[in-house]
T-cell receptor, first 114, second 108 residues
Framework: DAGVTQSPTHLIKTRGQHVTLRCSPI?????VSWYQQVLGQGPQFIFQ???????GRGNFPDRFSARQFPNYSSELNVNALLLGDSALYLC?????????????FGDGTRLSIL | DAKTTQPPSMDCAEGRAANLPCNHS???????VYWYRQIHSQGPQYIIH???NNETNEMASLIITEDRKSSTLILPHATLRDTAVYYC?????????FGAGTTVTVRA
């Protein structure tokens, strides 16, 4: 069975540009979460979506936004890119948003800002 | 903020059991203990989770103390491919708060 897939795998942008990252969850999973992992640190929670609604948001500026589609895939959008946005962006899916359901991660999109 | 304390690093010998400790002294009654690992350049991989009882799956065993203030992840027969950063996380909702984890190096 296919796991969580993310695209693209690598991306280079310049300051001020915007970027869209994509995620396809495991088949049957309705919850998608996004995390940012800066080099040398653990992942930090950005958003969670369940049934196309935002269920949670981490401590990130409004430049970060996301949405979930009817097929449960998701996009993360970042506007006005800053050098500090350089990171590995991870998507995770789970069957529900209930506590006790493990999240399964993709291998991420590595975003580099020049 | 992470609610767990883990040693920053540990070594273990290939073929031997690896016992990874985690302290979560402020855990609340409805918080689960999750373990993930991250191999370089990959996303975190789910290993196991539990609430009160000890758990075992094909990858590992999770031992939770009776007072739930600490736990141990056991990799029964470590291989070189188990070299990774291991994260212990406590959570009662959708958000996983990752700390620095334990860098485990399996040596031949």
């Amino acid at each position: 069975d296919a796991g969580v897939t993310q695209s693209p795998t690598h991306l280079i942008k310049t300051r001020g540009q915007h970027v869209t990252l994509r995620c396809s969850p495991i088949s049957g999973h309705k919850s998608v979460s996004w995390y940012q992992q800066v080099l040398g640190q653990g992942p930090q929670f950005i958003f969670q979506y369940y049934e196309k609604e935002e269920r949670g948001r981490g401590n990130f500026p409004d430049r970060f936004s996301a949405r979930q589609f009817p097929n449960y895939s998701s996009e993360l959008n970042v506007n006005a890119l800053l050098l500090g946005d350089s990171a590995l962006y991870l998507c995770a899916s789970s069957s529900t948003w209930d506590v006790g359901q493990p999240q399964h991660f993709g291998d991420g999109t590595r975003l580099s800002i020049l | 903020d992470a609610k767990t304390t883990q040693p920053p690093s540990m070594d273990c010998a290939e073929g031997r059991a690896a016992n990874l400790p985690c302290n979560h002294s402020t855990i609340s009654g409805n918080e689960y203990v999750y373990w993930y690992r991250q191999i370089h350049s990959q996303g975190p991989q789910y290993i196991i989770h539990g609430l009160k009882n000890n758990e075992t799956n094909e990858m590992a065993s999770l031992i939770i103390t009776e007072d739930r203030k600490s736990s141990t992840l056991i990799l029964p027969h470590a291989t070189l491919r188990d070299t990774a950063v291991y994260y212990c996380i406590v959570s009662n909702d959708y958000k996983l708060s990752f700390g620095a984890g334990t860098t485990v190096t399996v040596r031949a």
